[in-house]
Nanobody, 125 residues
């Protein structure tokens, strides 16, 4: 069992930065791949970024590539999403998720086993 708690969301102006954190409980965190997803009002949930258990495999959605950076600290049981050059279209609730298939990257949300409650990110123009 893994419990996930996101933090770091907030209101920021376009062009600004935020760093999201996702703290995990459970002894097996380091064996999970971790992903970030987001859902804007009236839209479906979409994949943002994911990282394998070791950090050796990382993948981004085209919409955030070059602006967002995913990382993890297995000793702290935390995964991060550094978001730079934010745009109004980045406004959404951001969720972290854990995938027990830790050595691969998957972009479909239904393949993830555990989810956090989400943190709101609002980017003003």
């Amino acid at each position: 069992q893994v419990q996930l708690v996101e933090s770091g969301g907030g209101l920021v102006q376009a062009g600004g930065s935020l760093r999201l954190s996702c703290a995990a409980s459970g002894r097996t965190f380091s064996s999970y791949a971790m992903g970030w997803f987001r859902q804007a009002p009236g839209k479906e949930r979409e994949f943002v970024a994911a990282i394998s258990w070791s950090g050796g495999i990382i993948y981004y959605a085209d919409s955030v590539k070059g602006r967002f950076t995913i990382s993890r600290d297995n000793a702290k049981k935390t995964v991060y999403l550094q978001m730079n050059s934010l745009k109004p279209e980045d406004t959404a609730v951001y969720y972290c998720a854990a995938d027990s298939e830790g050595d691969r990257i998957r972009v479909a949300g239904y393949e993830y086993d555990y989810w956090g409650q989400g943190t709101q990110v609002t980017v003003s123009s």
